[in-house]
Every structure is written in C-alpha cells, then in structure tokens.
C-alpha cells in the first residue's frame, strides 16, 4: 500500500478505489487565520503610521508658534517700544524687554539675540538686525527645549 499523504486510500469489497479527505478543515482554518492576521497587521501598521504623523504635526505646530511668538515680541518692541524714547533693539543703547513674563536684555549694537521658553516647553531663538535701508528679524523655534532626538525646527523671517 502506498503512503498516507492526507488522503486515506481503501479498497472496498468490489476493488474500487475511495479516496476521503483528512484534516481538510484544518488546512482551511489555517488558511482562513492566516488572512485574517495578514490583514490584522496591515491595519497596525497603517495606524501606527498615523499615529507617528500626527505626533509629528503637533511637535510642528509648537515649533512654528514658538517661532511665531518670538517674532511677535521682536516686532512689539521695535514698533511701539513702550517706555522707551525709540527701539528697543538700537545700536546705540542696550534695553531690558519683556516677553512671556521673562525679561531679556537686548541691543547695543546692531545685532540683538534672545531667547524664550515657554510653558508647553517650546522655546525660541530670536534674531533683530537693524540695518539703515531696512530690519530683518529671525525667529528659530523648536517644540521641545530638552534636547531630544525628536525635536522639530520652525523659523520665521520678517524684513520691514
């Protein structure tokens, strides 16, 4: 007789041959399990994709409202200057401004540099350079402060 390869072969009374099917229903819930999990772990990874992306797109966002800020403190302070006879960022005078409740000292010279950190823990580096034609402002933010491996970088530039 031949090997038992997944079928059992028989020869009844009358020499006919009869082939019945073992484990056929295994074969099938293997096979079913194995697309259901295939599909399984598409999904994961699509969601895990998402999951990352969107993580990206709010370290983004803080990065460039930080930048945006920065920007915005740098422009008050040269346009209204508040208690000062004219720009906080002149070349001829250093100035104390005040900006997300932190004071910096900014001016004397013809190139002003600050920083900020806020409390989402976004931070800012902020550039004033005051040219006679025109003034150039250059903001740099960041989400994070700490130095992670994952922090996301956003600048602004005005020139007026």
Not at 123 to 149: D, F, L, R, W, Y
Request: hydrophobic share 40%; aromatic share 8%; with cysteine.
């Amino acid at each position: 007789f031949p090997k038992k390869i997944g079928f059992m072969i028989s020869i009844k009374p009358d020499k006919k041959l009869s082939l019945r099917p073992r484990g056929f229903a295994l074969l099938f819930t293997l096979l079913i399990t194995s697309i259901i999990f295939s599909i399984s772990l598409g999904v994961y990874n699509l969601i895990i994709g998402e999951i990352i992306l969107s993580g990206t797109g709010r370290d983004s966002q803080l990065a460039f409202y930080a930048a945006d800020a920065g920007t915005e403190c740098a422009l008050y302070w040269d346009i209204q200057h508040p208690g000062l006879a004219k720009s906080a960022f002149s070349t001829s005078t250093p100035a104390v401004i005040s900006c997300a409740g932190q004071s910096k000292s900014v001016g004397g010279g013809s190139v002003s540099n600050f920083s900020l950190s806020f409390g989402n823990g976004s931070c800012v580096s902020v550039g004033v350079e005051k040219q006679p034609a025109q003034n150039i402002i250059t903001a740099q933010g960041q989400n994070t402060c700490s130095g992670s491996n994952r922090t996301v970088q956003r600048g602004l530039k005005v020139v007026y």
